[in-house]
Structure formats: C-alpha cells, structure tokens
C-alpha cells in the first residue's frame, strides 16, 4: 500500500489503497467511520437550550439568537421577513441570477410531481372497502444554513417537494450571523413559495419550529441540513415532530472503468471535498495507471482551487484511491459504502444498476457530474450520508405526505371478519376485543 505524495513536501494528500493489501477492509473502516451527533458536551448545551426555548418561548430564542449570531434585536418582528422582501430579492438579483434560480426551481418541481402518490381504494365481494388515503402535512419547518454558508439551492429542494405535496403551511428558518443576509436565499424562497422566513438558526430554531412560540408556529416535521447543533437538535425532538435525517458530512464514490478524464473526476472528488474538512470523496477503479493519472491531476488542479486548504484537509483525512480487482468487487465496495452521491462514470452504466443496492444518488456516465444534482437537475440534493443510504431515501413529496388506512365494512364483510378476529383476540386473552367483533356477527 502507498500514499501519494501533495505539492507540499511529503504531506500525505489521499491515501491510496488496493483490495489486495491484508489491512484494506480495516483501513476503509476507519475511512468511513463517522458519528456526527457524539460529543455529550454538545448534546448537553443542546439540551439547555431546547429546554429553554420550550419554558420562555421567543424570549429564549431572542436572547439565543443575539449570542450566537452577534446580534441586538430585541423583538421577535426582528427577526421576521415579510413575503415582499422575499418577492424584491427576487426581484432585484442579477438577470443571469434570476434566470438561473428560476430554471432550476422549474426542473426540481417537474420532477417532485412525479413523485406524487395518490389515494386508493378497492372493494371485496362482500362490499367491505379497503384503501388509503394520502394527505399533506399542514406545516413544513425548513431549516437553511445562514451566513458564509448560504445555499439558496437547499431551499429549493426542500421547499419545492412539500409544496408540491400540498402542505398547507411551510416555514423557514435561516441564521444571519452579524445580520448579513443572503439575497439568494430570499429570492430561492419566494421562488419556492415559503409562507413564513425567521432569521434564527441553531438550535434555538429547531426549538422554536418543534415546540412553537408567541411568533414561530409549530411545525409538524423539520428538515433541511445544519451543523452539528442543529443535528443534535434534531435528533433531541424527533418524537415531538417529524424530521428527515441526520445528516452527516458530504461524500461522493466515483466508480471509473479508466476512460474517463483524469481532469474531470479530480474536479468531480473537489466538489464534495470542499464542502468541509469532514467531507469524503473516494474514487475506485480497476485501472491503476488511471489512478496514478488522477492522482497527478489531483496534485496539479488542487492549487487552482479557491477553497485548496478546506479540500486538501478533507482528502487528506478522509479521501483515497482504491484500486479494485474488478468490476465485481467495484460492485461489493459501493454496496458496502452505501454512498451518499455515486458516479458511475463507466461505459454503459445502466448494465450497473440491478446490483446497486445501496446509494443515495446515482450520476450514470462520463458527463454527468455530480455538480449537476446540487443545483439544477431535478432530483433531490438532500440525501442519505454515513452509509444511511442502506435504509434511507433522498427526501422527496413522500416525506410531506401521510398515509391512512381506510376500512369500512359491510354488513356481511363485518361478520366474516368479525369471525377471524373473535379467534384471534381470545388467542391473546383480549376478549373485549373479541367481543367487539362478535357483536357483528351476523346469527
């Protein structure tokens, strides 16, 4: 096994790695362990806070917000925008700007449509009626990072899916550190169709939209992404609301069969690596002179970047190479990941997909990159991470949705049934039950 070697004297940059080495499964481990939400310090000044915010209500939140975002408001309107500030940042952004969040919103809506389920029903012999019933949540809580690491794109995709699912009410919380606000993020927003947008984040956010407040409305379910407050946070109040994840670091496998650009899937690892020193990205192939020349590519482009400390760190710490034995074992190792984002930049990707198990999002061939899906392809960004994607699904129109069983029975289909349960309940010594279906038993 090897490393390669950065542009700074030796410093490692990626490991490299081979499925043949005695210690791969062990090293690959360590690559992918990852607990997001474990420091018990963390936990436990989350839990002040929560339990702050749920006794004073918006005072909590004021005196929270203030603190940590370096503000000195004193009133809850502070903190509120009005759907016309929203509906001027739109407005007023750049033409290229406007054009581009509007196509964007457009392709994400198209999609989630799609995803719609409907309500059913069918009817026995006996006229008894069984079905389902899908309805919309009535409110959606949307939590949107603020400052420096403002993304208008999340608040399309999370807003956009439960708009179209046909939640009543969708409110948004985005942090304003020093009060700078991001007019992308409002225009996203208004292009979105957010009711309700408080400048508050933290965890003090995910209080206020869990418990509700004089100002902030109870939510029914929170989503979006966060630090690891706001993931903390989460995870404390699932059970009170519904939430989406827990989200961890970004990560991106690539899969190349060796044909590829060495330049573009350098670029392709970059993308997810300069997101935050945490992020991951891996690329496995069974070619190891491609490898040497992606790695090269790595070492050239690298100091080209805007954001070379953040990416370096991320790759040192938790990227690598893989050289797999084949196509097979390429297979097993993106299956054992369950990664977040996967490309298969390979000839004819789709003979890969009946044995892709476990992937958040799959980006098939050589040009599309996983760039692409962030913004503007349709699809979801908000995605399992951490190897979550093993039983969990990008977000989606679903997850605004609940479903109710629908059973009406008729009088002969009251009696039969009512036959089967009478057994079954006096099997488990719940004879009320029982006798609650005798009743209807026809003589």
Not at 69 to 98: G, I, T, W, Y
Not at 259 to 277: C, G, I, K, N, V
Not at 402 to 408: E, G, M, Q, W
Request: aromatic share 6%.
């Amino acid at each position: 096994m090897s490393t390669m070697s950065s542009a700074v004297g030796s410093t490692p940059m990626i490991a490299r790695l081979s499925t043949l080495d005695a210690s791969f499964d062990d090293r690959l481990d360590t690559l992918l362990d990852w607990e997001g939400v474990s420091d018990t310090a963390v936990k436990a000044r989350v839990d002040e806070i929560l339990a702050d915010v749920k006794k004073r209500g918006d005072a909590a939140v004021i005196e929270a917000t203030n603190r940590f975002d370096r503000l000195s408001v004193e009133r809850m309107d502070e903190l509120r925008l009005k759907p016309e500030q929203l509906k001027h940042a739109f407005e007023n952004l750049p033409a290229a700007q406007r054009d581009a969040l509007a196509s964007a919103a457009e392709r994400i809506r198209l999609y989630h449509e799609r995803q719609k389920p409907t309500s059913w029903q069918y009817e026995e012999a006996d006229g008894t009626v069984l079905g389902q019933q899908v309805t919309a949540l009535d409110r959606a809580g949307i939590y949107v990072p603020g400052g420096k690491a403002a993304y208008p794109s999340s608040v399309l995709m999370n807003a956009i899916p439960a708009h179209v699912a046909g939640v009543r009410e969708i409110v948004m919380v985005v942090p304003t550190p020093d009060g700078v606000v991001n007019e992308l993020v409002l225009a996203a927003a208004h292009l979105a169709g957010v009711d309700d947008v408080f400048t508050i984040g933290g965890a003090q956010a995910i209080a206020a939209m869990a418990y509700g407040t004089e100002t902030v409305p109870r939510v029914d379910k929170i989503v979006g992404p966060g630090n690891i407050y706001v993931a903390t946070a989460k995870r404390a109040v699932f059970g009170q609301v519904g939430i989406d994840m827990i989200a961890g670091p970004s990560e991106i496998l690539v899969v190349s069969d060796g044909q590829t650009d060495p330049d573009w899937l350098a670029m392709d690892l970059f993308s997810q690596a300069e997101h935050d020193e945490d992020a991951q990205a891996i690329l496995v192939s069974w070619d190891s002179e491609h490898l040497d020349a992606v790695s090269a590519s790595i070492e050239r482009l690298l100091p080209t970047l805007d954001r070379e400390s953040i990416v370096r760190e991320s790759l040192s710490r938790r990227g690598a190479l893989v050289l797999c034995q084949s196509k097979a074992e390429a297979v097993g190792i993106i299956n054992r990941i369950a990664p977040e984002h996967l490309e298969l930049s390979v000839d004819a990707p789709d003979t890969w997909l009946a044995d892709v198990r476990h992937a958040g999002a799959i980006f098939m061939g050589r040009y599309t990159a996983e760039a692409l899906g962030d913004y503007c392809a349709g699809p979801n960004h908000v995605l399992p991470t951490s190897g979550t994607a093993r039983f969990s699904s990008p977000l989606g129109v679903y997850d605004f949705q609940k479903r109710s069983s629908i059973i009406h029975c008729s009088r002969e289909g009251a009696s039969a049934l009512g036959e089967v349960a009478s057994v079954l309940a006096r099997g488990e010594s719940l004879t009320a039950h029982a006798r609650s279906a005798e009743y209807r038993i026809k003589p």
